[in-house]
């Protein structure tokens, strides 16, 4: 794990999501320099993947943490009866319950997972695709997994480990192992790898213990 001198301001960051959530189709949540039937694949894939992780926990209940605009949230919505979808974008909030309105268990929360309380009954699972590497702080890491541990019994974490070109204006790259380290009680339990475009991912399905 690389370490950074300077962090942007959390208002920079913020900013930088309301412009984003102001672009068109994927390219809100994905580069917007590569070609769209690239972001369309990759998507697809994705979803393959995430599909399959949910299918071996076969969960009654799921939380997406950073659900964006929703591209994933109806894989998720498929395999268990109450989802919970959260992300720290208004605006993304509002584009994802737009493109979810025909799915009445599915459910949208404007916040960090950090700010769901710590005492509810725990996730399921969580899914979180392409959210942690925009954390760029170790120690907001480290509160982020531990809330993410505290709400749910397994996580389907996809993550950049190597990208040809730069991910976003503000992301971290780092390996699985690194947040393995900051997950408390974390178990691996499979790792395939995301290959496309000259990039690479890892999709893992982890066992949490309750960090509460």
């Known amino acids: 794990m690389d370490t950074l001198t300077h962090l942007p301001a959390a208002e920079d960051i913020a900013a930088e999501w309301d412009r984003r959530a102001a672009r068109p189709g994927l390219t809100r949540v994905m580069r ?3 070609p769209t039937e690239l972001a369309e694949e990759t998507t697809a894939r994705t979803r ?7 299918r ?3 969960p009654a209940t799921a939380l997406e943490i950073g659900c964006g605009m929703g591209r994933l949230t109806p894989t ?3 395999h268990a009866r109450d989802v919970l979808a959260v992300d720290m974008t208004a ?4 584009l994802a319950r737009a493109a979810c309105a025909d799915l009445p268990h599915v459910r949208f929360l404007h916040a960090k997972v950090q700010d769901l309380p710590r005492h509810a009954p725990r996730f ?3 899914v979180c695709v392409w959210v942690l590497m925009h954390v760029l702080d170790d120690a907001e ?3 982020a997994c531990q809330a993410i541990a505290a709400a749910s019994r397994h996580l389907v974490l996809v993550e950049y480990e190597h990208a040809e070109i730069p991910v976003g204006k503000y992301s971290r ?3 699985l192992d690194d947040y393995l380290a900051v997950l408390p009680g974390a178990r691996l339990l499979e790792r395939r790898d995301l290959h496309y475009g000259g990039d690479r991912s890892f999709a893992a399905l982890i066992a949490l213990e309750d960090a509460r």
Do not use: C, K, N, P
């Open 173 to 175: 790259l780092r390996q």
């Open 91 to 94: 605006r993304m909030v509002e």
């Open 32 to 34: 917007a320099s590569q």
């Open 141 to 143: 890491l480290a509160t």
């Open 124 to 126: 399921d699972v969580a």
């Open 56 to 58: 071996a926990v076969a």
């Open 76 to 78: 998720i919505a498929a």
């Open 48 to 54: 393959g993947l995430v599909a399959d992780y949910l």
